[in-house]
């Protein structure tokens, strides 16, 4: 049965990640036979799309996502999504420009926004951001600081903006897409704490599942947990057998 399936870090171009981390030459190829035998009726794709800084350099790659099986598509960016920094110098207008280069039905920026899907009797909402996490080794620099905090805003924003959007809407179930995990929750052997993201989450009261990817060598990672009543899962496909994760059916 279709529904909402989710896959995260594709790193494109492919020939990147065969050479980086030894996967297998068909691991795309992998995913896209797989969306083609389920057919979803919504794919989130959590980060990491492609590796470059510009844009105009990356839009075979990005044409590529764009056309992956899935009647609509709703997508993050992640650490290595260069292109999306360096569309301008603040955080606001870097927003501004994805928001006016992707808001097409069929392949929508969820960044710090939010947006309702229906069919039939069924309504999902869904709203994103990037997220953050620290490098637990590292001191975090002031940059990181920054960083984390415009990501928390931006999260913020998406979680009101859907929340007042679901007053008329009700819908069935809200769904939060981000790239990093928003809590420690989802690794067995928890690291640095940092769960003022999955603490937003928890307060706005609304979100039922949130979707994440970035995580690929911690092995104590778990695929699918929940914490206090949200589910969390992982799409990041060198994790699921290059598959994509079910999410819901519709």
């Known amino acids: 049965m279709p529904g909402i399936f989710a896959i995260s870090d594709p790193h494109l171009p492919t020939q990147t990640q065969i050479n ?19 057919n979803p009726d919504i794919l989130l794709i959590a980060g990491d799309l492609v590796w470059g800084s510009d844009i105009a350099e990356i839009q075979v790659e990005l044409d590529l996502l764009q056309n992956l099986p899935g009647k609509l598509k709703f997508f993050i960016e992640g650490n290595h999504d260069l292109w999306v920094d360096r569309l301008a110098t603040s955080y606001s207008e870097v927003q501004q420009k994805m ?16 947006s309702i899907v229906s069919k039939g009797s069924i309504k999902v909402g869904i709203c994103g951001a990037r997220g953050f996490a620290f490098d637990q080794y590292e001191k975090p620099i002031e940059n990181e600081l920054l960083f984390r905090q415009n990501e928390l805003e931006s999260l ?13 809407e009700h819908t069935t179930v809200n769904l939060c897409l981000m790239h990093y995990p928003p809590t420690i929750s989802v690794f067995e052997n928890q690291g640095i704490k940092d769960e003022k993201f999955i603490e937003q989450i928890q307060n706005i009261e ?10 690929h060598v911690e092995e104590d990672l778990r ?28």
């Open 223 to 250: 695929l699918y947990t929940t914490k206090e009543n949200i589910e969390l899962y992982c799409a990041t496909i060198d994790r699921n057998n290059y598959n994509a994760v079910k999410i819901l059916d519709i």
């Open 206 to 215: 609304i979100i039922n599942k949130v979707i994440f990817g970035h995580v």
């Open 156 to 168: 913020d924003k998406s979680l009101i903006e859907l929340k007042s959007k679901i007053k008329t």
């Open 20 to 38: 980086k981390y030894r996967v297998p030459f068909d691991y795309f190829q992998q995913v896209i036979n797989h969306l083609e035998s389920v």
């Open 99 to 114: 928001y006016e280069r992707f808001s097409t039905s069929n392949f929508f920026y969820i960044g710090g926004r939010a």
